[in-house]
């Protein structure tokens, strides 16, 4: 899992841009080279990213592990933190129920758990919350607008890149 940092002071400085994915773009919200926030927006993206968070960017498009640090103000618990690091480690291209994850975590019957830890997940998709679906195959809630359609381009995507490596 990429490194998760807890800020302990409130930031003077929260800096912000927008990054193209193949499903909408991404604002990511950012202190110096802590990813605090990544929202599913339609804005345009940002001429001149940070050079950190473009690199960052391009290898999760590309199917490898971002080198990325993750912010948050408050320390999760200890259970929310194991489902982050179950989450962050599902392939590009796979994909794992509420229920596996919940196993995984070691609460066999937390999958509502799981669903409402990944509801509030504040950094997909370094943390590929859409890659969490339901029980039967469904896929179930993601953040923003048009929410369910981002999630299934997001898979989408990542099915296309698995079979054809050369494609985007």
């Given at each position: 899992?990429?490194?998760?940092?807890v800020?302990n002071?409130?930031?003077n400085?929260?800096?912000?841009?927008?990054?193209?994915?193949?499903?909408?773009?991404?604002?990511?919200?950012?202190?110096?080279?802590?990813?605090?926030?990544?929202?599913?927006?339609?804005?345009?993206?940002?001429?001149?990213?940070?050079?950190?968070?473009?690199?960052?960017?391009n290898r999760?498009?590309?199917?490898?592990?971002?080198?990325?640090?993750?912010?948050?103000s408050?320390?999760?618990?200890?259970?929310?933190?194991?489902?982050?690091?179950?989450?962050?480690?599902i392939?590009?291209?796979?994909?794992k129920?509420?229920?596996?994850?919940?196993a995984?975590?070691?609460?066999?019957?937390?999958?509502?758990?799981?669903?409402?830890?990944?509801?509030?997940?504040?950094?997909?998709?370094?943390?590929?919350?859409?890659?969490?679906?339901?029980?039967?195959?469904?896929?179930?809630g993601?953040?923003?607008?048009?929410?369910?359609?981002?999630?299934?381009?997001?898979?989408?995507?990542?099915?296309?890149?698995?079979?054809?490596?050369?494609?985007?």
């Amino acid at each position: 899992m990429p490194e998760l940092v807890v800020i302990n002071k409130k930031p003077n400085i929260l800096s912000r841009c927008v990054l193209p994915s193949p499903a909408c773009s991404f604002e990511i919200i950012y202190i110096e080279d802590i990813v605090v926030r990544v929202i599913p927006s339609y804005l345009e993206p940002s001429i001149d990213p940070p050079l950190w968070l473009l690199e960052a960017w391009n290898r999760f498009w590309r199917g490898e592990r971002p080198n990325v640090k993750l912010g948050t103000s408050k320390r999760p618990s200890i259970f929310s933190k194991k489902v982050y690091e179950i989450v962050e480690g599902i392939p590009f291209g796979h994909k794992k129920t509420y229920g596996e994850v919940a196993a995984l975590a070691g609460k066999p019957k937390g999958a509502r758990a799981v669903g409402t830890i990944m509801r509030y997940n504040p950094w997909p998709p370094f943390v590929p919350c859409h890659r969490v679906i339901g029980k039967d195959g469904d896929l179930l809630g993601y953040g923003g607008p048009q929410g369910i359609k981002i999630k299934e381009a997001l898979l989408a995507y990542e099915a296309k890149v698995l079979n054809n490596p050369s494609a985007e």
